[in-house]
């Protein structure tokens, strides 16, 4: 089979580059302090990446963060490039991307620079180290020495965040891997090899008689995925010339010997008992040891990828939330109320949760602290106030360490970035408005990606400076050759501009 070579795979199709919101320090902060811990202040954080690609993940953090140090390692120079190019058209001077391996350039990274300081030999370290879509996808030789280089280069109070694939889900996804590769291994190109593989799992689906056993159900599942992919994300997620997925187990070992610990997975519910089934979290509860226990939720869930998050093994780390550590956060709820059911409890109100159920609740403070947060959904409140609010910071807390772990809740550790009404010098940031001029992907400020459309929102965001007020902003309307249908394009541009200016608020895309 002709396969290219990791760093010409690369080179020839960089890997779409986007923001993953459980990597931001605001979040590991957060998992941090649920377990314990008592991470680094994020103001000042200095944060690495390794596999950065084309900063689509760092470049919003540092613009988030704008007193936090970044530093962006990757093998691709192109990729590289197109981040320094991004990094420049954002005005962001905290952010800094180099090329290369990051083995070879740990000398690098452990000497003094102009901008990060020494790590080695009692220096400071990095407070938050990232690795996403990097462990699973090198050599194994390199995959060996990844953890052990994030332990010497992380700060005494620092955070790791890992992803990478896992078995025993990936047994499945590997046979279809197998599959896609060898019908494309002759290919010309990147374009043609995503073809020939897309075309082998089309016709092996009908080719296999049996249309409603196991197999079939896993191969239209595989084929679901496939075909929801970008090519660049098929040839590199799936296709890529490295590919080594682990048991947790086995992982979690790797870490113990690296003198690094686990914390827990960055999305905290995937390892949470009371997800689960009365049976599952019976067996759960009789493994004493962890690795056992986080290998047989894997078994459980036939878990194909995990996005783990480790700390220096002589950290104290806890695994019950305790009221005290939630004092500083602030608190935001998906929960949409529903009212009173008359099947429900006396004075029971219902919440509808995102995934379609519903949650009831009886304690008049609890109903009343959801309802103050449904009002401002998306934006936050500070424990401390919604706990005066509503006169009991009991209640408050015990409403985290119930609907946090079931994501029916989000915290931050500090303000929120971006505000949800818009004032009379509208701003988005310089990246977002830098991005909107490369395509419909934007990123957030919760770091998320966010697709734009709309004709009108798409002209006027790069106007968004902070600097342009609302008549500037109408004339420009004015002169608009093109209006969407889908914002009042027959409107008054008054009427226009705020439908942009409120959709901007709603998706967290206007700078507090």
């Known amino acids: 089979m002709n396969r290219p070579s990791l760093h010409a795979s690369y080179q020839a199709t960089p890997y779409p580059s986007r923001p993953v919101p459980l990597s931001h320090p605001d979040h590991l902060y957060v998992v941090g302090r649920l377990h314990g811990l008592a991470p680094a202040p994020l103001t000042g954080a200095r944060v690495l990446e390794l596999g950065c690609g084309a900063g689509g993940n760092l470049l919003p953090m540092a613009a988030t963060l704008p007193e936090g140090r970044f530093l962006g390692i990757d093998l691709s120079e192109r990729q590289i490039h197109m981040a320094q190019a991004a990094a420049q058209a954002a005005n962001l001077d905290n952010v800094e991307f180099r090329a290369g391996d990051a083995l070879a350039l740990e000398a690098s990274l452990t000497s003094p620079l102009v901008s990060f300081p020494a790590v080695a030999g009692g220096g400071q370290g990095f407070d938050y ?61 990147p374009a043609e090899r995503a073809d020939q593989a897309r075309a082998a799992l089309d016709n092996l689906i009908p080719a296999y008689a049996q ?31 490295e590919n080594h997925p682990v048991y947790v187990d086995d992982f979690l070992a790797r870490a113990g010997a690296a003198d690094l610990q686990f914390i827990s997975e960055a999305n905290v519910a995937a390892s949470r008992e009371e997800n689960f089934s009365p049976e599952a979290r019976r067996q759960l509860a009789a493994l004493d040891d962890l690795a056992d226990r986080e290998q047989c939720i894997d078994f459980i869930l036939n878990r194909s990828f995990r996005q783990t998050v480790l700390c220096a093994d002589g950290a104290a780390v806890q695994r019950q939330i305790a009221p005290g ?48 947060l449904a009002l401002l959904w998306p934006d936050f409140m500070a424990f401390g106030k919604l706990a005066e609010t509503v006169g009991d910071g009991a209640i408050v807390a015990q409403l985290v360490i119930d609907l946090y772990p079931r ?40 770091h998320r990606s966010v697709t734009i459309t709309d004709i009108s929102t798409r002209q006027l965001l790069p106007l968004m400076d902070g600097r342009t007020d609302r ?42």
């Open 471 to 512: 008549s500037a902003l109408l004339a420009a309307i004015a002169g608009f050759e093109t209006r969407d249908p889908t914002l009042a394009a027959d409107a008054a541009p008054e009427v226009l501009l705020d439908a942009v200016l409120q959709q901007l608020a709603e998706r967290c895309l206007l700078v507090q």
């Open 211 to 241: 249309a409603d056993d196991g197999y079939a159900t896993s191969l239209a599942e595989e084929k679901a995925r496939v075909d929801d992919m970008e090519d660049s994300f098929l040839l590199h997620d799936l296709l890529e010339v």
């Open 325 to 372: 550590w939630l004092h500083d956060l602030y608190l935001a709820s998906p929960l949409r109320p529903m009212g009173q059911d008359p099947d429900g409890g006396p004075g029971e109100a219902f919440f509808a949760t995102p995934d379609g159920g519903r949650i009831g609740l009886t304690a008049p403070s609890a109903i009343a602290a959801l309802n103050h």
């Open 407 to 446: 994501n029916w809740l989000d915290l931050l550790p500090r303000s929120p970035f971006f505000t949800t009404t818009p004032g009379p010098l509208p701003k988005a940031t310089a990246l977002a408005r830098s991005q909107i001029g490369q395509g419909e992907l934007v990123t957030d400020l919760r």
């Open 129 to 189: 180290i990232i690795l996403h879509g990097l462990y699973s996808w090198v050599p194994r030789d390199v995959q060996a020495a990844l953890l052990p280089l994030c332990a010497r280069l992380l700060a005494p109070n620092g955070m790791i965040y890992i992803s990478y694939n896992t078995y025993p889900g990936w047994h499945m996804r590997g046979l279809v891997r197998e599959l896609m590769l060898r019908a494309g291994g002759g290919a010309a190109s």
